[in-house]
């Protein structure tokens, strides 16, 4: 019953930006960790960034600086906003979050379907 919606993605040249968001809607208690995954064709998902439910986030090396990962509790929702976009950027875009059951308690991990990026050079 719950489900983990992206949005956002699109084309854009390098160095320009893009903003992504991930909308977790259904049965719902409470959202542990919210985090993005990034994954090419014929390659292992790659993670990106992690945001705890307080707001202390994580980066890989290879988007920090450029990448921000940032969330809004009360619509259940995480966000990627990308800055100086590079072709090797170039990925679809998973979300991922740990769910609570508001009727068991039960926490378990949830993905998305997806949103394409792609930057041009």
């Known amino acids: 019953q719950v489900q983990l919606v992206e949005s956002g993605g699109g084309l854009v040249q390098a160095g320009g930006s893009l903003s992504v968001s991930c909308a977790a809607s259904?049965?719902?208690?409470?959202?542990?960790?919210m985090a993005w995954y990034r994954q090419a064709p014929g390659k292992q998902r790659e993670w990106v960034a992690t945001?705890?439910?307080?707001?202390?986030?994580n980066y890989a090396n290879s988007v920090k600086g450029r990448f921000t990962i940032s969330r809004d509790n009360a619509k259940n929702t995480v966000y990627l906003q990308m800055n100086s976009l590079k072709p090797e950027d170039t990925e679809v875009y998973h979300c991922?979050?740990?769910?609570?059951?508001?009727?068991?308690?039960?926490?378990?991990?949830?993905w998305g379907q997806g949103t394409q990026v792609t930057v041009s050079s």
């Open positions: 991922n979050a740990a769910i609570q059951s508001p009727t068991n308690s039960r926490w378990t991990d949830y």
């Open positions: 259904g049965s719902i208690g409470a959202i542990n960790n």
């Open positions: 945001i705890s439910y307080r707001g202390d986030t």
